[in-house]
C-alpha cells in the first residue's frame, strides 16, 4: 500500500498503539483546521538489530511491509471517522523500508508540523515512537505535536485554552507565534506562562522582580496582540520553575506550546530542558516548536 500526496501538510508516524491512534485523530482535526494534506507514514527497520548489521530476509521484509500496510488502512480509517463530510482533506499514506527519527525528519523540511505519539509499542522490527518522539522533536525543521493516548478526552475540551512558556527571549518568539496561530483557529484563549526562576530573586528581597516581569511580558507581547486581536491573552507570572509552571497550568489547557530551546539567567525559561519534562507530564497535546 502506497498513496502519496504532493505536499505533505500534517505528517502523522504510525506504528498502531493506542498513542499513535490518539494522535492520528488529533492529527486530522488540525489538518483540517489549516486546509492542508494529512500524510501518514509508517516505518519498519530494513536490516537486523545486530552487529555488523546485516539486512533482513526478502520474506521478513514482505511482512513488515503488509503489516506496515494494514496498520495504515486502520489510521486513515480512524482519520476519516474524525472528520465530517464538510471537513474533507487530502489523505496520503507510506509505508517506508527506512529508520523513524531519519525519516521523519527529513519529512518535517516540507511538512507543516510532524504529529507522534508520546509512546509506541515494540515488536519485532517495529519500534516506533517514545524514544523516536524525542529524537524527532529535538531534530526536526517544523513544530513538533506530542499526542498522548489520554488525548481520546480531547473534544470535550473544545473551549479550553491553549497554553504557551515564555521567557521574553527572540528564541521564544516561535513558540509564541505558533500558540497565537493555535488559539486563533480553535477560537479559545491564550495563557501565557512567564515563570522566573532566577537565585538573584531569592538572594536579592528588594528586587522587584514581578513589576519588572510584568513589565517585559507586557512589552513583548504588545505586538503580537495587534497580529491576533481575535485572541484574549491571559498573563501568568510565576516565581516558580518554568516546566512545573506549565504542568500545573496545562491542567485546563487543551495544548501546550513551549520551545525547544531556551535561554537561562534571571526569568530564563530554560525551555529546552522543560520541553522534555512538560511532553512526559501533561495530559494535553504537546507542541514543540521549531521554525516551520
Known sequence: MSTTVTRYGVVVG??????????????????????????????????????????????VAL???????????????????????????AIGSEVKASAPVPTLVEMSRDAD???LGSTGR???????????????????????AIIRE?????????????????DCSPTSEVA????????????????AVHAWSDMAVYQLPWLEWREEAERNLAEYLAGWQERYPDVKVNRVIVLDHPGRALIEESEGAQLVVVGSHGRGGLSGM??????NGVVHAVRAPVIVAHPA
Open 63 to 89: 511482512w513488515q511491509k503488509d503489516d506496515g500496510s494494514e496498520l495504515l488502512e486502520h489510521a486513515v480509517k480512524i482519520a476519516e471517522d474524525a472528520l465530517s463530510t464538510d471537513r474533507a482533506i
Open 270 to 275: 530554560l525551555l529546552g530542558s522543560v520541553s
Open 150 to 166: 489520554e488525548a481520546s478526552w480531547l473534544p470535550q475540551s473544545k473551549t479550553a485554552p491553549v497554553v504557551v512558556g515564555i
Open 176 to 191: 509564541l507565534a505558533i500558540a497565537l496561530d493555535e488559539a486563533s483557529r480553535r477560537g479559545v484563549a491564550l495563557t
Open 122 to 144: 515494540s515488536a519485532v522490527e517495529r519500534v516506533l515512537l517514545g524514544s523516536v518522539s524525542s529524537g524527532v522533536a529535538h531534530g526536526a525543521k517544523c513544530p513538533v
Open 113 to 115: 508540523m510532524v504529529v
Open 14 to 59: 504510525v506504528d498502531g498503539s493506542a498513542a499513535s491512534n490518539a494522535a492520528v485523530f488529533w492529527a486530522a482535526h488540525e489538518a483540517a483546521m489549516r486546509h492542508v494534506p494529512l500524510t501518514l507514514v509508517h516505518m519498519y527497520n530494513p536490516v537486523v538489530p545486530a552487529y555488523p548489521q546485516v539486512p533482513t530476509s526478502a520474506g
